[in-house]
């Protein structure tokens, strides 16, 4: 039997308690910053109360805020870490994806002004701004980066353990960035798929918000590191992370909402809540 079903993440409409529908921007902060929250999904916050972000009532999806952030010269944004957690209240435990088959569905909206990611010279391999970067133990990470005007996939097998790929174009940065009107979303499916050579398979879906039902991944492929990994699987997701010098004017990013979900694919696929297409 699968693993109990569970979510982790905040949709800014009320749809996974006990975030609210955050009515301004210190009803956020009550959770972005204080430590050990709830499903320990602001584990780490890169900015501090009411600094590089707002809730958003002037820009909504679907009737709902949205949590800006703030991107130029001295200004972060307002990024943060999670470490995946069950849904234990109040005592949460570590993310169940420790031993045999794990997975992972990651699920991002957003979009943001043309020019966010400013610096010209992040042009090579983790250079960027990480919008998702899933982190598993021993140096193997995986993160979904913007720069040149794209969206990739840079995987890094690091510590001694393969080195890492050839960065993977996933779309241009346009379904995201510099959008005159609506949202991008991105899904990321990973699965560790044997334990024995350890790889594992990413899956990535990007396109307008909401119209990614029963779509083709845009990447779709297993990775085999030449030793041992990632032994341990996931434990926490980076989300809106600047690798890059940050230069120049403000620009804004709205994000409306991130979360997570396990998936049981390899176990009968009992959970695909987004019900797009594996292949």
């Not at 996974?16 to 204080?34: E, G, K, L, M, Q």
């Not at 690798?243 to 009992?270: M, Q």
């Amino acid at each position: 039997m699968p693993p109990a079903a569970w979510v982790q993440g905040d949709d800014y409409a009320g749809g996974n308690p006990p975030f609210p529908n955050y009515v301004n921007t210190a009803a956020f902060d009550a959770w972005y910053t204080s430590s050990g929250t709830y499903r320990r999904f602001y584990d780490i916050s890169y900015a501090s109360a009411g600094v590089d972000h707002i809730i958003d009532s002037s820009v909504q999806f679907n009737g709902h805020n949205t949590l800006r952030m703030d991107f130029g010269a001295g200004h972060f944004g307002a990024g943060w870490d999670s470490l995946l957690s069950d849904d234990g209240d109040p005592v949460e435990t570590n993310g169940p994806f420790f031993g045999g088959y794990q997975g992972i569905w990651l699920n991002k909206i957003f979009k943001a002004e043309t020019g966010v990611m400013s610096d010209v010279g992040a042009t090579g391999f983790g250079q960027g701004l990480v919008i998702f970067g899933i982190e598993t133990n021993n140096f193997a990470d995986q993160n979904i980066i913007n720069r040149n005007g794209n969206i990739y996939l840079d995987v890094d097998y690091g510590g001694g353990h393969g080195g890492h790929q050839a960065p993977a174009l996933i779309c241009n940065e346009n379904v995201f960035f510099g959008r005159s009107s609506g949202f991008g979303q991105l899904i990321v499916l990973y699965e560790r798929i044997n334990t024995l050579d350890d790889s594992f398979q990413l899956r990535v879906w990007a396109g307008d918000a909401c119209s990614l039902g029963g779509v083709s991944p845009l990447y779709n492929q297993q990775h085999f590191p030449t030793s041992s990994a990632i032994t341990n699987g996931v434990y926490g997701i980076r989300n809106y992370n600047a690798v890059y010098t940050l230069s120049g004017a403000i620009k804004h990013l709205w994000n409306a909402g991130t979360r997570y979900d396990p998936s049981f694919v390899s176990e009968g696929g009992s959970l695909n809540p987004y019900g797009v297409a594996l292949t």
